[in-house]
C-alpha cells in the first residue's frame, strides 16, 4: 500500500514564524500536492509538483512557497505565519498513468495565534 | 480540467441504497471518473475509478453513460459509518493540476 507520511498531526505556531510543513511518500511517485482544507471551501490546492525540483502554483499559493530537492519529500513552507493561514494542510501524491488515483496523508491541522 | 457539480448534501438511512449523481459536461475523451471519500480529520480515500459504463468493487459501483457528461456513485446497503463527503474528480495521467470540486456530505440516520 501507499503510504504519504505528514511529519506533524497538529502543529501550534505564533504569528510571523516561518513553518515547514514535511511530506514524505514511499511509492516513487512524480507528482506531489499540497492542499489546504477550511470548512465551507473544500480542498484548495496550494502547489503541485510533478518532478524534482519542478513546481507549479495552484490556486492559492500566496504566502506559500514548497521545495521538492528529493523525489518522496515535498515540503510546504509558510515564509511568515499568519492567522488567516490557520487551516487543515493536506498532502497527496500522484504516480501518473491512467487509472492512477491521489493518495493522501492525514493531514496537518495547522493553528496560528 | 473538466469542472464537476454535485449536490452539496444528502441525507439517507441505514440500509437504503445511495446513488449520488455527478455533473462533468465538459469531460475529455481521455478523462477519468474517480470516486474519493473523506472522513473528518482524515485525508480523502480512492473509492472507485471509471472510464465508461460499470464498474463495481467490493464498496461502490460507478455507473457511466455513454455521453460520459455525469457519473453517479451508488453505496449499497449504507451504514452509519458510511457518513462522509464524497468527492467526484475528472481528469487523465497528464492533468498534473488536480482541483477538488465542493464534495456531497452524506449523513447516514439509524
Known amino acids: 500500500d501507499v503510504k504519504v507520511t505528514q511529519s506533524s498531526r497538529y502543529l501550534v505556531k505564533r504569528t510571523g514564524e516561518k513553518v515547514f510543513l514535511e511530506c514524505v511518500q514511499d511509492m516513487d511517485h512524480e507528482n506531489m500536492f499540497w492542499y489546504r482544507q477550511d470548512p465551507g471551501l473544500g480542498l484548495r490546492l496550494i502547489y503541485f509538483s510533478y518532478d524534482v525540483k519542478m513546481k507549479e502554483k495552484g490556486d492559492i499559493p500566496e504566502g506559500y512557497s514548497v521545495s521538492r530537492e528529493k523525489k518522496e519529500r515535498f515540503s510546504l513552507i509558510l515564509e511568515s505565519a499568519s492567522t488567516n493561514q490557520t487551516s487543515m494542510y493536506l498532502c497527496?501524491?500522484?504516480?501518473?498513468?491512467?487509472?492512477?488515483?491521489?493518495?493522501f496523508g492525514n493531514g496537518t491541522r495547522l493553528t496560528v495565534t | 480540467l473538466a469542472k464537476t457539480t454535485q449536490p452539496i448534501s444528502m441525507d439517507s438511512y441505514e440500509g437504503q441504497e445511495v446513488n449520488i449523481t455527478c455533473s462533468h459536461n465538459n469531460i475529455a475523451t481521455n478523462d477519468y471518473i474517480t470516486w474519493y471519500q473523506q472522513f473528518p480529520s482524515q485525508g480523502p480515500r480512492f473509492i472507485i475509478q471509471?472510464?465508461?459504463t460499470k464498474v463495481t468493487n467490493e464498496v461502490a459501483s460507478l455507473f457511466i453513460p455513454a455521453d460520459r457528461k455525469s457519473s453517479t456513485l451508488s453505496l449499497p446497503r449504507v451504514s452509519l459509518s458510511d457518513t462522509a463527503v464524497y468527492y467526484c474528480l475528472v481528469g487523465n495521467s497528464s492533468a498534473s493540476k488536480i482541483i477538488f470540486g465542493s464534495g456531497t456530505r452524506l449523513s447516514i440516520r439509524p
Open positions: 471509471g472510464y465508461k
Open positions: 497527496a501524491s500522484f504516480p501518473g498513468g491512467s487509472g492512477s488515483p491521489l493518495h
